[in-house]
């Protein structure tokens, strides 16, 4: 019986790891459309059935692996200024290649 649960953990932690991961994609995408945490937390539930509580933790841990980039958009949304699409999209690019090369380097 302990074979099965644990590689039923196995799977899980996968199918958990590749979910978060979609749920990245998604908040990435809001930010594109320069959508506030709330707004991408709303339009995820309504649209892709992701509970708010889920959006919001992953978001989070975005904000705290890359704050700078966070930083600048809040407060190009504080300014009311909205950045470009194409300078958003510009910075999630960098924000993934940083965080890709961060893991490279571990």
């Known amino acids: 019986m302990g074979d099965s649960s644990s590689s039923r953990s196995s799977s899980s932690s996968a199918s958990a790891a590749s979910y978060v991961h979609m749920v990245?994609?998604?908040?990435?995408?809001?930010?594109?459309?320069?959508?506030?945490?709330e707004e991408?937390?709303?339009?995820?539930?309504?649209?892709?059935?992701?509970?708010?509580?889920i959006t919001s933790t992953v978001w989070n841990e975005l904000e705290k692996e890359n704050k700078e980039f966070f930083e600048a958009?809040?407060?190009?949304?504080?300014?009311?200024?909205?950045?470009?699409?194409?300078?958003?999209?510009e910075m999630i690019?960098?924000?993934?290649?940083?965080?890709?090369?961060?893991?490279d380097a571990d």
């Open 24 to 37: 990245q994609h998604l908040i990435e995408k809001c930010l594109t459309f320069h959508m506030t945490k």
């Open 40 to 53: 991408c937390m709303e339009a995820l539930s309504k649209h892709a059935n992701i509970k708010p509580v």
């Open 93 to 103: 690019q960098k924000m993934i290649f940083d965080n890709s090369s961060s893991k």
């Open 73 to 89: 958009y809040a407060e190009s949304k504080s300014k009311g200024d909205r950045m470009s699409e194409e300078e958003t999209s």
